[in-house]
C-alpha cells in the first residue's frame, strides 16, 4: 500500500552493504549467470591487480563441491593493522565497506581494474558466507563473514615466515541469485585464460573439484602461463588461418605513466579485421580512446608507406581504415594509471591523452618495423588494394540493389510476413526454412507481434563471401531488408532495427543445424552488433510428441524422453512416440504451444562471452581451410549431437 504521507519516515537510509542487497544489478549487472560470473571476476581481478604491482606471480582458482569459489595468490596479502578511520582491521574494512580500497592513489597499486573499490565488498554483500585468510607478516589471519557482516574478530597465529598473500573462500546468496547458483567452468576458462594472455608470466591454475559434475575421480585442472602475453594470444587466434606474414608486429612502450602493448597480424582469408581492446585487464566492448589511437595511426602509417612505396599515386585517393584493416587480427592493451571508464561495467575507455600516445607509439615502432620489412608492407597493401577494389564493386552492386528499391526503399519482401505492431521493442520476428514451416508460423503465430520470413533453402556464406556478392543474393537482401539492417560496415543504427528478438527457428536435424550456423556466421560478420547487444536468438522445438490416451507431452531431448517414460509411465502402458523431422510436419497450434507462445516456450539469447574463441571457431567451421575443420570434427564429432549443438 502507499501512504499519502510523505515525510522524513519515508526516507530509507541504507548502511553499510544493505545497497548492494538492495540493488544488486547497480554493482554486478544482474542477479543471472552474468553477475553470478561476475563476482569471481571481481575476486580474481585484485589478485590480478597484485600481479599488475608486480608482488604476485601465480593464482589458483577452486571450484569447490559444496558449491563455492576459492581463490587463492601469493602477493603481499590483505593489510590486516587497524585502520584509522573504521577502527576495525583493514581487511573488515576492504570487505565491508563500500568504496574502500588500495586504488584510489594512496600509493597501494600503480594500476588497476578496481576503478571503484567496491568490488571484494559487493561479493561479500552478495554471499552467503565468505571466508578470508591472509599470509602477512609470519601470521596467518582469519575472518569469516556472512551476508555482508563479519561473525568475529580477527583471528591470528602464527605462520610460514615465508608465505604472503590471500584467500578468498564465497558461496553465492541463493536468495539473490535465484535463477543459478553453479558456476559453469567454460565462462570462468576463457576469462582465466584472457587474463593470462594479458599479463605475461603469470600463472593461473584453475580446479574443478565438482567430482559429481565431472563424474570422475580427480578433479579437472587447466593451467593458464604464456611468457608471450598479447603476441600468444594474437597467434592463438589465427592458427588456423593463412596469415600473410609469419612474425606478429609487436609494439611495447610507455608515455607518461602509460602503458601500452600491441600485436598485430595480417590474414589472408578473411573479409572483416578482428580487433580486440583492453584498458587494465579490461575487456572494453564498446571501445575506446586506445582503439582510437591504433585505428587512425594504422590507416596514416600505411597509406604512408603505400606512397613512399608507389603503391598509390600523387592523385590516388588514401585508402580507407576499413580496407587497411581487413583481415588483421590485433590485440591492444593499456595499463593507466588513473583510467576514466564508461560507468562500472567499464565498457569504454575515456581517457582522451591514451588516443596520442598510442598514436605516437605504435607510429613510430610499425613505421621502422615496415621499412626494414618491405615484403611484409607489400603483402598488407596487396590485400588492402584488393579490399578497396571490392569495396568498389559492393558500392557499385548496393547502387544496382538501391535502384531495384530492395534495400533503402519501404518495400519489404514479398515473403515476409509482418505483425501489426511498429514498436521494434515489443516485436519479434522468426527466421524459418522452407515454406512448409513458414506456413505452419505464419497460422500459429500472434499476429501481433510475431514476424515470420522463411528462407529458401541455404543461404550464403559470409565467411567466405565479399560484399559484392552479399548484395546480389536474394535471399540475403530478403533478410537485410526485413530487419532493416542497412550496409555492412556503416555504424549500427538500432532505430532502424524493425524487431529487438530476431529468432532463428530451424528444423532439429543436420540440416538445419547447417542453417543456423549459416545465418549465425551472417549475423556475427555482416552485423556484428546484433549480437553483442543480444538481438539474436535461437528458438527450441520439440522433438518428440508422447500421447497416452488424451494426454500428451512434449519431450525436447533424448534424456527428457527416457525420462518421461521411465517415471509416467507403467511397463505394460500404451503410448505412441511421435519424432519431429521438420517444423512443417507440426500443426500450427502445436507449434505456438511449444515453440512461439511467449508464455511457455524456450529461447536461447546468443551471447559472446569469448569473443577470441568465438572468432576461432566461425574461422573453423565456415571458413576455406579444410583441415582445421577436419581437425576439429574428429575431435569433438564423436561426442557432439550436431541437432542440439549449442553454438
Given at each position: 500500500?502507499?501512504?499519502?504521507?510523505?515525510?522524513?519516515?519515508?526516507?530509507?537510509?541504507?548502511?553499510?552493504?544493505?545497497?548492494?542487497?538492495?540493488?544488486?544489478?547497480?554493482?554486478?549487472?544482474?542477479?543471472?549467470?552474468?553477475?553470478?560470473?561476475?563476482?569471481?571476476?571481481?575476486?580474481?581481478?585484485?589478485?590480478?591487480?597484485?600481479?599488475?604491482?608486480?608482488?604476485?606471480?601465480?593464482?589458483?582458482?577452486?571450484?569447490?563441491?559444496?558449491?563455492?569459489?576459492?581463490?587463492?595468490?601469493?602477493?603481499?596479502?590483505?593489510?590486516?593493522?587497524?585502520?584509522?578511520?573504521?577502527?576495525?582491521?583493514?581487511?573488515?574494512?576492504?570487505?565491508?565497506?563500500?568504496?574502500?580500497?588500495?586504488?584510489?592513489?594512496?600509493?597501494?597499486?600503480?594500476?588497476?581494474?578496481?576503478?571503484?573499490?567496491?568490488?571484494?565488498?559487493?561479493?561479500?554483500?552478495?554471499?552467503?558466507?565468505?571466508?578470508?585468510?591472509?599470509?602477512?607478516?609470519?601470521?596467518?589471519?582469519?575472518?569469516?563473514?556472512?551476508?555482508?557482516?563479519?561473525?568475529?574478530?580477527?583471528?591470528?597465529?602464527?605462520?610460514?615466515?615465508?608465505?604472503?598473500?590471500?584467500?578468498?573462500?564465497?558461496?553465492?546468496?541463493?536468495?539473490?541469485?535465484?535463477?543459478?547458483?553453479?558456476?559453469?567452468?567454460?565462462?570462468?576458462?576463457?576469462?582465466?585464460?584472457?587474463?593470462?594472455?594479458?599479463?605475461?608470466?603469470?600463472?593461473?591454475?584453475?580446479?574443478?573439484?565438482?567430482?559429481?559434475?565431472?563424474?570422475?575421480?580427480?578433479?579437472?585442472?587447466?593451467?593458464?602461463?604464456?611468457?608471450?602475453?598479447?603476441?600468444?594470444?594474437?597467434?592463438?587466434?589465427?592458427?588456423?588461418?593463412?596469415?600473410?606474414?609469419?612474425?606478429?608486429?609487436?609494439?611495447?612502450?610507455?608515455?607518461?605513466?602509460?602503458?601500452?602493448?600491441?600485436?598485430?597480424?595480417?590474414?589472408?582469408?578473411?573479409?572483416?579485421?578482428?580487433?580486440?581492446?583492453?584498458?587494465?585487464?579490461?575487456?572494453?566492448?564498446?571501445?575506446?580512446?586506445?582503439?582510437?589511437?591504433?585505428?587512425?595511426?594504422?590507416?596514416?602509417?600505411?597509406?604512408?608507406?603505400?606512397?613512399?612505396?608507389?603503391?598509390?599515386?600523387?592523385?590516388?585517393?588514401?585508402?580507407?581504415?576499413?580496407?587497411?584493416?581487413?583481415?588483421?587480427?590485433?590485440?591492444?592493451?593499456?595499463?593507466?594509471?588513473?583510467?576514466?571508464?564508461?560507468?562500472?561495467?567499464?565498457?569504454?575507455?575515456?581517457?582522451?591523452?591514451?588516443?596520442?600516445?598510442?598514436?605516437?607509439?605504435?607510429?613510430?615502432?610499425?613505421?621502422?618495423?615496415?621499412?626494414?620489412?618491405?615484403?611484409?608492407?607489400?603483402?598488407?597493401?596487396?590485400?588492402?588494394?584488393?579490399?578497396?577494389?571490392?569495396?568498389?564493386?559492393?558500392?557499385?552492386?548496393?547502387?544496382?540493389?538501391?535502384?531495384?528499391?530492395?534495400?533503402?526503399?519501404?518495400?519489404?519482401?514479398?515473403?515476409?510476413?509482418?505483425?501489426?505492431?511498429?514498436?521494434?521493442?515489443?516485436?519479434?520476428?522468426?527466421?524459418?526454412?522452407?515454406?512448409?514451416?513458414?506456413?505452419?508460423?505464419?497460422?500459429?503465430?500472434?499476429?501481433?507481434?510475431?514476424?515470420?520470413?522463411?528462407?529458401?533453402?541455404?543461404?550464403?556464406?559470409?565467411?567466405?563471401?565479399?560484399?559484392?556478392?552479399?548484395?546480389k543474393n536474394a535471399e540475403i537482401q530478403a533478410l537485410i531488408t526485413a530487419l532493416g539492417l542497412g550496409i555492412k560496415g556503416e555504424d549500427f543504427d538500432v532505430s532502424q532495427l524493425r524487431y529487438h528478438r530476431i529468432i532463428i527457428m530451424t528444423d532439429a536435424d543436420v540440416d538445419g543445424a547447417h542453417i543456423r550456423t549459416l545465418l549465425l556466421t551472417f549475423f556475427y560478420r555482416y552485423q556484428r552488433?546484433?549480437?553483442?547487444?543480444?538481438?539474436?536468438?535461437?528458438?527450441?522445438?520439440?522433438?518428440?510428441?508422447?500421447?497416452?490416451?488424451?494426454?500428451?507431452?512434449?519431450?525436447?531431448?533424448?534424456?527428457?524422453?527416457?525420462?518421461?517414460?521411465?517415471?509416467?509411465?507403467?511397463?505394460?502402458?500404451?503410448?505412441?512416440?511421435?519424432?519431429?523431422?521438420?517444423?512443417?510436419?507440426?500443426?500450427?497450434?502445436?507449434?505456438?504451444?511449444?515453440?512461439?507462445?511467449?508464455?511457455?516456450?524456450?529461447?536461447?539469447?546468443?551471447?559472446?562471452?569469448?569473443?577470441?574463441?568465438?572468432?576461432?571457431?566461425?574461422?573453423?567451421?565456415?571458413?576455406?581451410?579444410?583441415?582445421?575443420?577436419?581437425?576439429?570434427?574428429?575431435?569433438?564429432?564423436?561426442?557432439?549431437?550436431?541437432?542440439?549443438?549449442?553454438?
Amino acid at each position: 500500500m502507499t501512504t499519502t504521507n510523505y515525510g522524513a519516515d519515508q526516507i530509507q537510509v541504507l548502511e553499510g552493504l544493505e545497497p548492494v542487497r538492495k540493488r544488486p544489478g547497480m554493482y554486478i549487472g544482474s542477479t543471472g549467470p552474468r553477475g553470478l560470473h561476475h563476482l569471481v571476476y571481481e575476486v580474481v581481478d585484485n589478485s590480478v591487480d597484485e600481479a599488475l604491482a608486480g608482488f604476485c606471480q601465480k593464482i589458483q582458482i577452486f571450484l569447490n563441491e559444496d558449491g563455492s569459489v576459492t581463490v587463492v595468490d601469493d602477493g603481499r596479502g590483505i593489510p590486516t593493522e587497524i585502520h584509522s578511520q573504521t577502527g576495525t582491521s583493514a581487511l573488515e574494512t576492504v570487505m565491508t565497506v563500500l568504496h574502500a580500497g588500495g586504488k584510489f592513489g594512496g600509493g597501494g597499486y600503480k594500476v588497476s581494474g578496481g576503478l571503484h573499490g567496491v568490488g571484494i565488498s559487493v561479493v561479500n554483500a552478495l554471499s552467503e558466507w565468505v571466508e578470508a585468510k591472509v599470509w602477512r607478516n609470519g601470521k596467518e589471519h582469519v575472518q569469516r563473514f556472512e551476508r555482508g557482516v563479519s561473525t568475529g574478530d580477527l583471528t591470528v597465529k602464527p605462520g610460514d615466515k615465508k608465505k604472503t598473500g590471500t584467500a578468498i573462500t564465497f558461496l553465492p546468496d541463493s536468495t539473490i541469485f535465484t535463477e543459478q547458483t553453479q558456476f559453469e567452468y567454460k565462462i570462468l576458462a576463457s576469462r582465466f585464460r584472457e587474463l593470462a594472455y594479458l599479463n605475461a608470466g603469470v600463472q593461473i591454475v584453475f580446479t574443478d573439484r565438482r567430482l559429481n559434475l565431472l563424474g570422475t575421480d580427480t578433479p579437472y585442472v587447466e593451467i593458464y602461463h604464456y611468457e608471450g602475453g598479447i603476441k600468444e594470444y594474437v597467434g592463438y587466434m589465427n592458427k588456423d588461418k593463412s596469415t600473410i606474414h609469419d612474425e606478429i608486429i609487436y609494439v611495447q612502450g610507455e608515455r607518461s605513466g602509460v602503458h601500452v602493448e600491441v600485436a598485430l597480424q595480417w590474414c589472408l582469408d578473411a573479409y572483416s579485421d578482428n580487433l580486440l581492446g583492453f584498458a587494465n585487464n579490461i575487456r572494453t566492448v564498446d571501445g575506446g580512446t586506445h582503439l582510437e589511437g591504433l585505428k587512425t595511426v594504422l590507416t596514416r602509417t600505411m597509406n604512408s608507406v603505400a606512397r613512399k612505396r608507389n603503391k598509390l599515386k600523387d592523385s590516388d585517393a588514401n585508402l580507407g581504415g576499413e580496407h587497411i584493416r581487413e583481415g588483421l587480427t590485433a590485440v591492444i592493451s593499456v595499463k593507466v594509471p588513473e583510467p576514466e571508464f564508461e560507468g562500472q561495467t567499464k565498457t569504454k575507455l575515456g581517457n582522451t591523452e591514451v588516443r596520442g600516445i598510442v598514436d605516437s607509439l605504435v607510429g613510430e615502432v610499425l613505421t621502422e618495423y615496415l621499412d626494414f620489412n618491405p615484403g611484409v608492407a607489400d603483402a598488407v597493401l596487396e590485400k588492402a588494394i584488393q579490399a578497396f577494389n571490392a569495396a568498389e564493386a559492393a558500392r557499385r552492386a548496393r547502387e544496382l540493389v538501391r535502384r531495384k528499391s530492395v534495400l533503402e526503399s519501404s518495400t519489404l519482401p514479398g515473403k515476409l510476413a509482418d505483425c501489426s505492431s511498429r514498436d521494434p521493442e515489443g516485436s519479434e520476428i522468426f527466421i524459418v526454412e522452407g515454406d512448409s514451416a513458414g506456413g505452419s508460423a505464419k497460422q500459429g503465430r500472434d499476429r501481433r507481434f510475431q514476424a515470420i520470413l522463411p528462407l529458401r533453402g541455404k543461404i550464403l556464406n559470409i565467411e567466405k563471401t565479399d560484399d559484392a556478392k552479399i548484395y546480389k543474393n536474394a535471399e540475403i537482401q530478403a533478410l537485410i531488408t526485413a530487419l532493416g539492417l542497412g550496409i555492412k560496415g556503416e555504424d549500427f543504427d538500432v532505430s532502424q532495427l524493425r524487431y529487438h528478438r530476431i529468432i532463428i527457428m530451424t528444423d532439429a536435424d543436420v540440416d538445419g543445424a547447417h542453417i543456423r550456423t549459416l545465418l549465425l556466421t551472417f549475423f556475427y560478420r555482416y552485423q556484428r552488433d546484433l549480437v553483442d547487444k543480444g538481438y539474436v536468438y535461437i528458438a527450441c522445438p520439440p522433438l518428440y510428441k508422447v500421447e497416452r490416451g488424451r494426454q500428451h507431452y512434449y519431450c525436447y531431448n533424448e534424456r527428457e524422453l527416457a525420462q518421461l517414460v521411465e517415471n509416467e509411465f507403467p511397463a505394460n502402458a500404451n503410448y505412441t512416440i511421435q519424432r519431429f523431422k521438420g517444423l512443417g510436419e507440426m500443426m500450427p497450434q502445436q507449434l505456438w504451444e511449444t515453440t512461439m507462445n511467449p508464455e511457455t516456450r524456450t529461447l536461447k539469447q546468443i551471447d559472446i562471452e569469448d569473443a577470441a574463441e568465438a572468432d576461432r571457431i566461425f574461422t573453423i567451421l565456415m571458413g576455406d581451410r579444410v583441415a582445421p575443420r577436419r581437425e576439429f570434427i574428429e575431435a569433438y564429432g564423436p561426442r557432439l549431437n550436431l541437432t542440439q549443438l549449442d553454438i
